[in-house]
Nanobody, 123 residues
Framework: QVQLVESGGGLVQAGGSLRLSCAGS????????MGWFRQAPGKERDVVSV????????YYADSVKGRFTISRDNAKKTLSLQMNSLEPEDTAVYYC????????????????WGQGTQVTVSS
């Protein structure tokens, strides 16, 4: 069992930065793929970025490439998402999630989810 708690969301102006963090628990955290997903009002939840169990592989949605950076610290059981050059289109609830697979970019292969943190980017 893995429990996930996100933090770091908030209100920021376009062009600004935020850093999201996810604190995990459970002995198997370090063997799981981790990811950040987001859901904007009226839209489906979608993948933002994922990272493999050892950090060796990463994936970014085209819309965030070059602006967002995902990282993990297995010793501390934390996942982070550094978001730069934020745009109003990035406004959404951001979720941290874990997959029992070592690496996955598929939302439906993620088994554990945090409660979400709101990110609002004003123009």
């Amino acid at each position: 069992q893995v429990q996930l708690v996100e933090s770091g969301g908030g209100l920021v102006q376009a062009g600004g930065s935020l850093r999201l963090s996810c604190a995990g628990s459970g002995r198997t955290f370090s063997s799981y793929a981790m990811g950040w997903f987001r859901q904007a009002p009226g839209k489906e939840r979608d993948v933002v970025s994922v990272i493999s169990w050892n950090g060796g592989s990463t994936y970014y949605a085209d819309s965030v490439k070059g602006r967002f950076t995902i990282s993990r610290d297995n010793a501390k059981k934390t996942l982070s998402l550094q978001m730069n050059s934020l745009e109003p289109e990035d406004t959404a609830v951001y979720y941290c999630a874990a997959s029992i697979r070592p690496y996955s970019v598929r939302l439906n292969e993620y088994n554990y989810w945090g409660q979400g943190t709101q990110v609002t980017v004003s123009s």
